[in-house]
């Protein structure tokens, strides 16, 4: 069952005080998950927060594919996915092959915020959490070497799935101790969990909010363990018709089919 929500959209919602949020219930508002099709759980007002690098393993397998010596970063590396890549859960990716041949899979979790917030400190991160989400972070590795930076690579259309709903801090209890895998096609190709990440959920809050508001449905994907196609040897890359699925411990499974044309 899921729940309707009498606001013009979800980051409206989150924008209520807890108060004026059980308002806008009433009884009777459960709709059956079967008789509905899901939009993306929240659409930010602005881009997606990015981190990269964020698991140790990853950094490694990213630093042996180019050829580079490993070096960690002493902050979170932030960049960032244009709202228009978002993408709702269970829909279907369609993606140009004239515009890259080498599009690749991220499982992240992702965190959304619930109140507009700056200069927090790790303690107080965790109050700002409205919840957390799915997230694949589906990349255009060819666009992103061209570029020299992150942002064209990562913000093409229908490459930021999200879904398939949001689950409460209460529920999830703690971010840091996740399980989290990406099956392609039903083989799992990467699998971890959320206790590897280099930098936890309220330190990346923290460092983003120094000297920068975020706002009520801002979404921070968390970043992504090892298993990514350009580190695997031959490197896999998407292939028209391929099922990816995100699934993290106590949310669930995101599910979407690439079609590349």
Known sequence: ???????????????????????????????????????????????????????????????????????????????????????????????????????????????????????????????????????????????QREHGQWFKGKSLDSTCPIGPWIVTPQELRDPQSLELRLRRNGVEKQHSNTSKMIFSVPRLIAELAKGMTLLPGDVIATGTPEGVGFARTPPEFLADGDVLEVEIERIGTLRNVVRIA
Do not use: W
Request: hydrophobic share 45%; aromatic share 6%; proline share 6%.
């Open 1 to 143: 069952m899921i729940r309707t929500i009498a606001t013009a959209t979800l980051r409206d919602y989150i924008a209520l005080a807890p108060h004026e949020r059980a308002a806008r219930h009433a009884a009777g508002d459960l709709v059956a998950l079967g008789d509905v099709e899901l939009d993306s759980p929240v659409r930010p007002a602005r881009n997606v927060f990015c981190v990269g690098r964020n698991y140790l393993e990853h950094a490694k397998e990213g630093a042996r594919a180019a050829g580079r010596e490993l070096r960690l970063p002493t902050v979170p590396t932030f960049f960032t996915k244009a709202p228009t890549a978002i993408a709702p859960p269970d829909s279907t990716l369609r993606l140009s092959g004239a515009v890259s041949h080498e599009y690749d899979f991220e499982a992240e979790l992702a965190v959304v915020i619930g109140a507009q917030c700056k200069d927090v400190t790790e303690d107080e991160a965790p109050a700002v959490v409205f919840g957390y989400t799915a997230l694949n972070d589906v990349t255009a590795r060819d666009l």
